[in-house]
């Protein structure tokens, strides 16, 4: 079976310091896109990065970058300059065929 | 543009009754998927949607649970016979393309079953 585990329940940031969030997959199918999401206290979820199985390079979207280590099926999130704003649940989640699996999040807490 | 929208944004509704939640995703998206989270938890992945066809219902969590998309828009999900259990924020996304880099999603409906 699939399986995405955050082993970070809580985390904490000095505002403009970077974070870094870890996620592990575990996958058999050598084809698979791997996401993060945003989840702030008003509930929405809020899509962040994506990373391909087959990508070479690592995704980046503006402040964000995926370390993707596809040998330790790793896919950690680098927030860099951290903004009071991202304080939030960050989840990190896999697509296989036709299957979607989330794990259960890091709360992400940027502090002034 | 407009999002993804849902009704209701709250149910409360009594253990054995039927409920029915509504998505309205994002116009020309052909991908449409649900999820349920749970206080405190993750996403768990119930169905996706292309077009009007479900190719994969095995995430639904039991035989009360169905959903149905008509007209590659509008999908429901409904609730048979409700149990505590099944109290949840219910979310809906859509995409432009089956599985799609990126989901855009909409506020839930949290549905308390009492």
């Known amino acids: 079976a699939q399986k995405i585990t955050q082993t970070q329940p809580g985390m904490f940031v000095q505002e403009k310091e970077a974070v870094t969030l870890d996620c592990t997959y575990d996958?058999?199918?050598?084809?698979?896109?791997l996401f993060w999401y945003k989840q702030p206290s008003s509930g929405e979820m809020i899509f962040l990065i994506y990373?391909?199985?087959?990508?070479?390079q690592n995704a980046t979207e503006g402040r964000y970058s995926l370390n993707f280590q596809k040998a330790r099926k790793s896919a950690n999130l680098v927030i860099s300059a951290s903004q009071l704003g991202d304080s939030a649940m960050y989840f990190c989640a896999a697509n296989t065929g036709n299957q979607f699996y989330f794990g259960t999040g890091t709360s992400l807490t940027v502090i002034p | 543009g407009a999002g993804v929208s849902q009704s209701p944004s709250n149910k409360v509704t009594e253990k054995g009754k039927d409920v029915e939640l509504r998505c309205d995703p994002i116009s020309g998206h052909t991908a449409l998927y649900w999820y349920r989270q749970s206080l405190g938890q993750g996403l768990e992945f119930l169905i996706y949607?292309?077009?009007?066809?479900?190719?994969?219902k095995s995430g639904l969590p039991s035989d009360r649970f169905s959903a149905e998309r008509t007209g590659g828009s509008v999908s429901t999900l409904t609730i048979q016979r409700t149990q505590q259990e099944d109290s949840a924020v219910y979310l809906c996304a859509s995409s432009p393309t089956f599985p799609g880099r990126e989901q855009y999603f909409g506020p839930g409906t949290r549905l308390t079953v009492t």
């Open positions: 990373q391909g199985s087959y990508d070479q």
């Open positions: 996958t058999s199918d050598p084809s698979y896109g």
């Open positions: 949607f292309q077009g009007n066809s479900a190719p994969d």
